[in-house]
């Protein structure tokens, strides 16, 4: 008995922290856990910026729009759900325009928690102009747990 419950609680603690470690994405209420190893089998993307709490830094991680393109989201706007609970609302027209990625490294480093990570969504505001505003800043949200579509 005490080996199946010593099992059992391997088992569940796993799970838990599969789900903890995983990005939560949410589309008509069903979630869908997306790990960084599921994150890197899609094609990779760097962009060299530097944001409002990071000096000119390489951020390498997926497209937003092949991450919802491959998870079959189509929605026209998404939220994004730090761990604090921070939100924000982008459109995914301009994702698509800007390219805009989730990053899950930071100058070649997989990103924790003290690293703006797990994951990080990044404009390249160095490239061009327009991003360089307050907006954009609110936009990066950093320490993702969550995004969904709305």
């Known amino acids: 008995m005490k080996y199946i419950f010593l099992m ?4 569940f603690s796993n799970l838990c922290s ?4 995983a ?13 960084t190893a599921d994150l ?9 910026t530097s944001t409002n709490f990071t000096p000119q830094s390489i951020f390498t991680g997926v497209k937003l729009s092949d991450l919802l393109e491959n998870y079959h989201v189509s929605s026209e706007v ?35 928690m ?3 990570g797990p994951y990080a969504i990044i404009y390249p505001r160095d490239n061009y102009h ?4 307050l907006e954009v800043n609110a936009k990066t949200v950093w320490q993702v747990k969550t995004i969904e579509s709305l």
């Open 114 to 116: 003290s690293e703006m």
């Open 130 to 133: 327009e991003l360089k505003t």
């Open 78 to 112: 998404i939220r994004a759900f730090a761990w604090d609970d921070y939100s924000y609302t982008l459109p995914v027209a301009e994702l698509i325009k800007y390219s805009v990625i989730l990053a899950y490294k930071k100058n070649n480093e997989y990103m924790d």
């Open 23 to 35: 990005l939560v994405l949410i589309h008509h209420g069903t979630k869908i856990y997306i790990t």
């Open 8 to 11: 059992l609680s391997i088992f």
């Open 40 to 48: 890197e089998k899609l094609p990779s993307w760097e962009i060299k």
């Open 18 to 21: 599969a789900e903890e470690d």
